[in-house]
Structures are given as structure tokens and as C-alpha cells.
């Protein structure tokens, strides 16, 4: 089919980048027409919010915005395809339905996508994860007649995947390939917390136990054998091993790729005029002096803003902040900021999950200084006159001071060897040394 005459902008993908471009482009170019390509049916809607749409916490209303703008005062008009093929010679997309659309600027913002693992039957009906809406409509419909659910994998997803189970009261089983939860980012301590808030809600461990192969019967999930040689009957298998950018439209370009699609501070591409943003873009960290990634939902967010702006022609250059969430493991609230990682490998992870960063499992040369209190938990990782991490598990009193500490890379030398030789005066004085920051910079 012959091209379009084209359209100034095209993004590939609705999620958090794709949607904060539109106001970044919108912000300096207000009637140049937006072309959105999807190959989800449904309008923007918030991932970070399946999680607790799946445990029953929110209904489903509630994964989208209270008041969207409409797509005519916009400016956006919307294809509901699969794009197969870029050519950035000729700046010309190609549909899955053979249509030749022309861009002048293009964004990728597809997101990434979870990863399965290669056993038989991985393919059979009653396999799932957790990457979109669909997903979790699907979920909720098998867990309505499901018995018994056996979850695989690592990270924030995982447990996710396993608490919705649960509270939809099916008997759910999760494997982990070694002995203890998420060991590249928490300590042995935090692990234990985590696993026995598990147990308390009714999910069943399994140490040291991998997935073997999935059974089938008439085409469905019947039951999984482990390589403790033990067989479980199931009738669901949700998978968490990991997301992997997706990648395949820059196959025979000369798109740069590691990991994820390299992009410069501006978020262009090795292609004039092709950008990418959110968790298909991998961007340079000037503190680690490496090319990360990140699936975080207010990092997609900054990430497509910005590269709006900088598609729009304003020069805004993306100065990459400290990673932090602030999520629910084991149903423990928990603050993860910068470098808090361990040494030993998870293997329940073979890539980044969703609502997770590279960062958090460096640790560089900083020491560790704990603090424990009931269900409560503070680490911190101390450089020479910088906190280069924090975990912050249950109170967050703490939460937001030292993101302030961290991300501005705020000198502690006043209060270093307090902490290090105090641990348990750590929480006050933290909290005071930054409220004496804060009236210092309000004096300002």
C-alpha cells in the first residue's frame, strides 16, 4: 500500500512514556497532528495498578485517569495495529495489515515484555504473567474456578503475582531456586521478613526448587513437575523470571542496541529523528558511567515527557535521578532508593522485573548501617560523605528524607561517624540532620 503523505509525530506505544511525550510534544507544538500506535485496545491506564486490581484492593475503574483529556483536544489520532517493520531511510513505518505510514519524528516507546522460560509446556493454556491489562483480566478469570496456582520467579512482580493468587483464595505455590526472596537486592534479614509475611497470608514456599515442566491436560496446565522431583497438581502457572525491552522493530536497522535501545540525553536514538523512552530505552547513568534500565512508572513518565520536549525541537537534556519505589512486598510497605544491592546472585531473576532498576543492585564500596525494630527495618549504605542507598521497610518516616539526602547527594560528614558507630540512634539522627538542612536551604 503507498505511504501517507505523513505525520510530524508518531509513537509506538500508549503506556507512561508514550502518553507523557504527547504532553512534552504539546507543551511547544500545539497543532502539529500525533499519531499513537497500539496493539492494546484500551486508552492509557496505570500498570503500577494491576497489582491491586488482582487482590481485589481497587476495582478496575480505578487503573484510569478520573478525567482524561479527550484525544480531539489533543490532537491524537489512534491506530489499534502492530507495527513490523521501521525503514529510517525512507522514514516509513509498515502495519502488520501491510499499510505504509511516513513519520518525521518517531518515538518507540513499547515497553518491555515478560519473559518465559523454555520448558515444555510453557505454551499451554493457564500460563501466565502479569505484563498488561489483558493479563490480568485473564488471571482473574482463571482464578475464579482455579484450585491450586504454583508462581515462578523473582522481584516486586512475583510476589505480586503471588499475593493476587492468594486473596483470590487459590492455594498458591511459590518456587525459589535458592534459599531465600530477592537476594541480589535485600539482605538475608529483609528476605526472612518478607518470606514470613508470605507464609502468614497462606502462600506456600518452596526452597531450592525449580520448574521442571508444565503438564497438560486437554491443552491446559494440569500440574508442574519440580527438580526436587516433586509433582504438583495446578491449574495455574504465573511466571515472573524477569521483562526484556521489546526489541524486535529495531532488527536490520541501524538502531544501537545493548539491553535496551541506547539513547542520548536527549533521548535520540543512533537514528536521526527516532527517539525511545521508558523500559525499551537504556540511558546513560553519569554516576555509574554506564547505560542502565529501569522499569519504574514515574521514570517512563520523566523519560517520555522529556523526549516529547526534545521531539517538539527544545533542547531539554535528561539529567537521570536517583532510582526509588515505594511498593508493598510481603504486604510490607517498602522505600528502595539507589545503590542497595548484595553480592549474591538471584537466580529466580534472569532480567530487570517491572517496578525495578538496574542501580539497586550495586552497592559499590559503601557500608551498611542497620536498624531493626519489630516489623520495621532501615539499611542504609554509606559512602565516604554521601548515603549512596536505603531500604526502608515498614515506617516510612524516613522514606522521604532520605530520598532528599540521596538524590542530592547531600554531604553527611557532620553525622557520618554517629551513624556508623550508632546504629540505633540512626532514624533520629537522620531525621534531624535533615530538618536542620531544611531550614538551612529555606533561610536561603
Known amino acids: 500500500m503507498t505511504a501517507n ?19 512534552g510534544i504539546r507543551r511547544h507544538n500545539r497543532s502539529d497532528p500525533i499519531l499513537i500506535i497500539s496493539q492494546e485496545a484500551h486508552k492509557f491506564y496505570s500498570k503500577p ?8 484492593q481497587i476495582p478496575e475503574k480505578q487503573l484510569y485517569p478520573p478525567s482524561p483529556v479527550d484525544d480531539k483536544q489533543l ?33 518507540i516507546a513499547a515497553g518491555a515484555q515478560a519473559v518465559r522460560p523454555q520448558i515444555e509446556g510453557i505454551d499451554l493454556e493457564g500460563v501466565v504473567t502479569l505484563d498488561n491489562l489483558e493479563d490480568t483480566r485473564k488471571i482473574l478469570m482463571l482464578a475464579r474456578r482455579a484450585k491450586r496456582a504454583v508462581v515462578v520467579g523473582g522481584g516486586i512482580t512475583a510476589l505480586e503475582l503471588a499475593e493476587g493468587l492468594v486473596a483470590r483464595r487459590v492455594e498458591t505455590h511459590y518456587l525459589l531456586r535458592k534459599d531465600r526472596y530477592w537476594g541480589n537486592v535485600l539482605d538475608e534479614h529483609e528476605s526472612c521478613l518478607v518470606e514470613e509475611r508470605l507464609k502468614e497470608e497462606g502462600v506456600r514456599l518452596h526452597y531450592r526448587a525449580e520448574l521442571v515442566k508444565i503438564h497438560s491436560k486437554k491443552n491446559r496446565v494440569a500440574g508442574v513437575t519440580l527438580s526436587t522431583r516433586q509433582e504438583l497438581p495446578c491449574d495455574i502457572v504465573a511466571v515472573a523470571i524477569g521483562i526484556r525491552p521489546q526489541l524486535a522493530l529495531t532488527e536490520g536497522t541501524a538502531i544501537d542496541i545493548e539491553r535496551g535501545i541506547l539513547v542520548d540525553e536527549t533521548f535520540k536514538t543512533s537514528v536521526e529523528g527516532i527517539y525511545a523512552a521508558g523500559d525499551v530505552a537504556q ?29 517538539a525541537g527544545v ?8 532510582p526509588f519505589n515505594v511498593t508493598r512486598i510481603g504486604n510490607i510497605t517498602t522505600t528502595l532508593i539507589g545503590c542497595i544491592g548484595q553480592p549474591e546472585k538471584d537466580e529466580d531473576l534472569v532480567a530487570i522485573a517491572r517496578g525495578d532498576s538496574e542501580t539497586w543492585r550495586s552497592s559499590g564500596d559503601a557500608f551498611a548501617v542497620k536498624k531493626d525494630a519489630e516489623n520495621n527495618r532501615i539499611r542504609l549504605l554509606i559512602g565516604d560523605s554521601t548515603i549512596e542507598g536505603a531500604l526502608v521497610m515498614g515506617d516510612q518516616t524516613l522514606s522521604r528524607p532520605l530520598q532528599h539526602l540521596i538524590a542530592e ?4 560528614t557532620p553525622i557520618r561517624e554517629t551513624l556508623m558507630d550508632n546504629p540505633d540512634d540512626l532514624a533520629e539522627v537522620i531525621q534531624n540532620y535533615w530538618s536542620s538542612r531544611e531550614r538551612i536551604d529555606h533561610a536561603g
Open 75 to 107: 490532537g491524537i489520532e489512534r491506530l489499534q495495529k502492530k507495527v513490523i517493520n521501521i525503514d529510517p531511510g525512507e522514514k516509513t513505518l509498515q502495519l502488520q495489515d501491510g499499510t505504509i505510514l511516513r513519520y518525521h519524528k518517531l518515538l
Open 283 to 311: 540511558v546513560w547513568d553519569p554516576q555509574a558511567q554506564k547505560s542502565v534500565l529501569d522499569s519504574l512508572w514515574w521514570v517512563a513518565r520523566e523519560q517520555g515527557r522529556l523526549a516529547g520536549i526534545n521531539m
Open 409 to 412: 547527594r547531600i554531604d553527611i
Open 49 to 56: 495498578g494491576l497489582a491491586y486490581w488482582l487482590t481485589g
Open 315 to 322: 533542547h531539554e537534556p535528561y539529567q537521570r535521578k536517583v
Open 5 to 23: 503523505p505523513g505525520y510530524p509525530f508518531v509513537i509506538i506505544g500508549n503506556g507512561a512514556a508514550g502518553m507523557a511525550a504527547v504532553d
